[in-house]
């Protein structure tokens, strides 16, 4: 590899110097990583450091950044709204640069702050702080926000007015059993700042990709749901996880509670800061009369419930999946472009590999030079392998186009983690339990 001379330094440097990351030995099923790269850097964590969370307007701008420690403060230590009045709750995700390749059956993943040769940028972004919702102020025109909001207009699940006043009430939570489509619209009404005119988008492939290997990379885990420790090991690295995070409820009793619909309140996580972590949460005793039932709601550096709880729908990627008798294959494709995002066609999406045709436990990504996460073969275990389950099912005749959701919900277990992935449903479809976030891609 070449010399380069990175920001600040006056004399030539070898990119060793600047990229860390880990070794994913493909044939081993332990989910703990090698680490590599310059040691110090998996200690500072310079692109992970750099994530916080911020009040983003509908311009793109920051109008302010929040505390490190406490979300409901501004970074200056004054009050923060954020209830939309002054923007969107949003963690910035900053520009860095990633690599992957293949060492024999090793997978290498590497990122750093610097475009090294042979990396690929990864732009700057931001992902909702907090699980969307939906601002109905103007009812013809709906907007995705990420707030701390328990007034009507901002009412989540499926904006079931009847449960306001009681243990069901969904004022202060996310919004579900909406499409892919829908949100994806709702999002677009923020209006046309930021790429091409669409940079608010719903939850982003991209999004959840650049987070995917953040984590792995700053916990040497594929596991996703390790117990979280809040101690680095004799190093200085971190070590764990995030927990189990909300998978945990009884299927049955979520469906008597609340038919599957979300609970967790957004913003229970602003005690944290832009720490990641888990906070508990008590479910209201309706769940299970007489039984105190907890859960902890994890956050990965100020992205709140980044997996379970409820499904996120994901926007800029989908699936081609053929019955037997059409092709026999099932084919994955992605887009970051957000002004070709559509539910029609392959046009303007990159193909990127094959899924498998049956469900399973991960034991195999596809990586390649963009480092999916997606599956190519099932047959790990829950902590095995990449830890998390891939869900799908083959039409019965012709073609199926199906979207994309990550992370589970609170009834899957150890099924759940940030590379869980279901592709059963049509862009179109919608259930109590299918949520999504919110996302701004600026101009490049």
Not at 325 to 337: I, N, Q, T, W
Request: charged share 20%.
């Amino acid at each position: 590899m070449g010399l380069i001379i990175a920001a600040g330094n006056t004399k030539p440097a070898f990119p060793y110097d600047y990229y860390y990351g880990v070794r994913i030995k493909t044939t081993v099923a332990a989910t703990t990583l090698e680490r590599i790269g310059r040691p110090e850097l998996h200690t500072s964590l310079p692109v992970q450091s750099k994530m916080r969370r911020c009040v983003l307007r509908d311009n793109g701008t920051v109008a302010y950044y929040l505390h490190a420690n406490d979300s409901t403060k501004r970074d200056t230590g004054a009050a923060a709204n954020l209830t939309g009045a002054d923007g969107q709750v949003m963690v910035e995700i900053p520009k860095h640069y990633r690599k992957f390749e293949f060492d024999g059956t090793d997978l290498i993943a590497l990122i750093s702050e610097y475009p090294l040769p042979g990396f690929h940028e990864v732009p700057k972004m931001y992902r909702s702080a907090y699980e969307a919702t939906v601002d109905r102020t103007v009812a013809a025109t709906p907007k995705l926000a990420s707030v701390v909001n328990t007034t009507a207009a901002f009412r989540g699940g499926n904006n079931n007015t009847a449960y306001d006043g009681t243990y069901r009430s969904f004022l202060g939570l996310p919004a579900t059993a909406i499409s892919l489509t829908n949100f994806r619209n709702y999002a677009r009404n923020r209006g046309e700042a930021g790429l091409n005119g669409k940079g608010w988008n719903c939850d982003l492939y991209a999004a959840q990709l650049a987070t995917y290997w953040l984590f792995v990379i700053e916990y040497a885990n594929l596991n996703s749901q390790a117990d979280f420790n809040a101690q680095p090991d004799a190093n200085g690295y971190k070590q764990g996880g995030l927990g189990a995070g909300v998978t945990t409820l009884n299927s049955t009793k979520w469906s008597n509670y609340n038919g599957y619909y979300p609970f967790v309140p957004c913003g229970t996580t602003n005690s944290l800061g832009n720490a990641s972590g888990v906070v508990e949460f008590t479910m209201p005793d309706e769940y299970d009369p007489g039984v105190v039932t907890k859960v902890k709601v994890p956050s990965y550096r100020g992205i709140e419930n980044p997996f379970g709880h409820i499904w996120s729908w994901t926007d800029g990627c989908k699936c081609e999946i053929q019955s037997e008798e059409a092709g026999g294959l099932s084919k994955f494709y992605v887009c970051d472009d957000p002004a070709q995002f559509q539910d029609s066609s392959y046009n303007g999406y990159d193909y990127r590999g094959d899924l498998p045709r049956k469900e399973g436990y991960v034991k195999r990504i596809m990586g390649g030079e963009f480092g999916e996460n997606m599956p190519v073969e099932v047959g790990g275990g829950s902590t095995t392998y990449f830890a998390d389950y891939f869900y799908t099912n083959i039409p019965a005749s012709g073609v199926a186009m199906r979207g994309v959701l990550f992370g589970g919900n609170a009834a899957y277990g150890a099924p759940a983690g940030l590379a869980y992935a279901n592709t059963l449903d049509a862009a179109t479809n919608t259930r109590a339990y299918l949520g999504s976030r919110l996302c701004f891609i600026p101009v490049a």
